[in-house]
């Protein structure tokens, strides 16, 4: 089993800023997928961002952006420590949503219980 916990999600105005942090803990496998997704009221759940491993062990590999949070948002990662950041700037009311935390392996997939981030205009 893996558990993600998931913090940093709140209130900010337009043209703000908030870091996401999720931190893996459990059966982790070193190498893995792990990034954030979204869901707006009312619509489906989304790609934010994601980065694997490079298939390789404590390797920082690829990040793919959704198109709407390209040169807005950064995901990066600490591999000693199974935590995933997103570091949001620019934010627009239209990122309003819940953002959940993603975890992939060999073995399972995972998501993270969620947490709110409101922009208010």
């Known amino acids: 089993q893996v558990q993600l916990v998931e913090s940093g999600g709140g209130l900010v105005q337009a043209g703000g800023s908030l870091r996401l942090s999720c931190a893996a803990s459990?059966?982790?496998?070193?190498?893995?997928?792990m990034g954030w997704y979204r869901q707006a009221p009312g619509k489906q759940r989304e790609l934010v961002a994601t980065?694997?491993?490079?298939?390789?062990?404590?390797?920082?590999?690829?990040?793919n952006y959704a198109d709407s949070v390209k040169d807005r948002f950064t995901i990066s990662r600490d591999n000693p420590k199974n935590t995933v950041y997103l570091q949001m700037n620019r934010l627009k009311p239209e990122d309003t949503a819940v953002y959940y935390c993603y975890y992939r392996d060999q073995n399972l997939e995972v998501w993270g219980q969620g947490t709110l981030v409101t922009v208010s205009s």
């Open positions: 980065q694997d491993t490079a298939g390789r062990i404590n390797t920082i590999g690829r990040a």
């Open positions: 459990g059966s982790t496998f070193s190498i893995n997928v």
